[in-house]
């Protein structure tokens, strides 16, 4: 039976992931140290969908923070939206309560979702279930997993800044002065942060974390990801299917291999498996006429020009 398929190629929502043996154990650790689990790798390896993947294998709440250059380590313990608060107090709205004002931010929800729903105690709960929670069942879940996406896109300052949080999981809202802290129940909680390695990230950081390097795709691993991603799609994997598939992760390898390897970007596992739902569907196959458009267009992309 064809299970329901996801809008978009990337969806991230935890349905299908190739987790190796190495990879279990290194979650493991990070869980049993209580830290960070620091994912690095090339860019479409995987490494945004194994946090989603195994909070759903797991039963568990999920969140996450894609990180910007313009991220504030506080972004992902609260924000405060001190706009509203002006435009109210000029209003002259009578007993401005200044948690209300208070947005909790994934790590918050996380370590801390009763205290979330309340502000710190400060308000009576205003929701039902956590607004950031991607995979809200009835009965919440007692562990979490949060992703950090692509830290090394922000300010040094902001991984340094995340030391003291990530570590002790208690943290002080500034603005109500309400002192955050992991609550009893909450049991496992997973943080994946993720990097592709465009900034490199600061040795404190790097000592308070466990980490891992998705390795480069192999030709095994590319067949194993495709009839994943295939079969779970609803797509019978014949001996046609696995031929392309085939032929297609040996263009893969000889582009990460050939001569121009070390000048040109590698394509990634995401781009096999774009290469390979493309000729599926326009019925193209290696070799024929519109084959070499699709690989340049998917696998073989060149860096655009400076004009």
Not at 65 to 70: A, F, P
Request: with cysteine; net charge neutral; glycine share 6%.
């Amino acid at each position: 039976m064809a299970h329901p398929v996801s809008h978009g190629p990337d969806p991230r929502d935890g349905r299908v992931y190739d987790m190796s043996k190495d990879l279990g154990l290194a979650i493991k650790v990070a869980l049993a140290t209580n830290r960070p689990l620091l994912l690095s790798g090339d860019p479409g390896s995987g490494k945004s969908s194994l946090a989603p993947y195994y909070a759903r294998e797991n039963g568990m709440r999920y969140y996450e923070h894609v990180v910007t250059s313009r991220t504030q380590a506080t972004d992902l313990l609260w924000t405060f939206d001190s706009v509203r608060r002006l435009a109210d107090a000029q209003a002259h709205r009578s007993h401005l309560h200044d948690a209300e004002y208070v947005q909790p931010g994934v790590l918050w929800w996380s370590l801390a979702p009763e205290s979330a729903h309340s502000r710190g105690g400060m308000l009576r709960p205003s929701h039902r279930h956590d607004p950031l929670d991607r995979f809200y069942k009835e009965h919440q879940a007692k562990g979490a997993v949060v992703l950090i996406d692509e830290i090394d896109k922000a300010d040094p300052d902001v991984p340094n800044s995340l030391l003291v949080p990530l570590g002790s999981q208690e943290f002080t809202v500034a603005e109500t002065r309400t002192t955050v802290c992991r609550e009893p129940h909450v049991s496992d909680h997973l943080i994946v942060v993720t990097t592709n390695g465009e900034r490199e990230l600061p040795q404190a950081f790097l000592r308070r974390c466990v980490t891992f390097t998705l390795p480069s795709p192999t030709h095994e691993s590319l067949l194993r990801i495709a009839e994943l991603h295939l079969r779970f799609e609803g797509v019978k994997w014949d001996g046609r299917t696995r031929e392309l598939a085939d032929v297609l992760a040996d263009e893969l390898m000889a582009a990460r291999q050939g001569p121009d390897a070390q000048r040109n970007r590698l394509p990634s596992t995401a781009e096999y498996l774009d290469a390979l739902r493309a000729c599926r569907a326009l019925r193209v196959r290696p070799g024929e006429p519109d084959w070499e458009l699709i690989r340049t267009l998917t696998l073989a992309k060149s860096a655009q020009q400076d004009r």
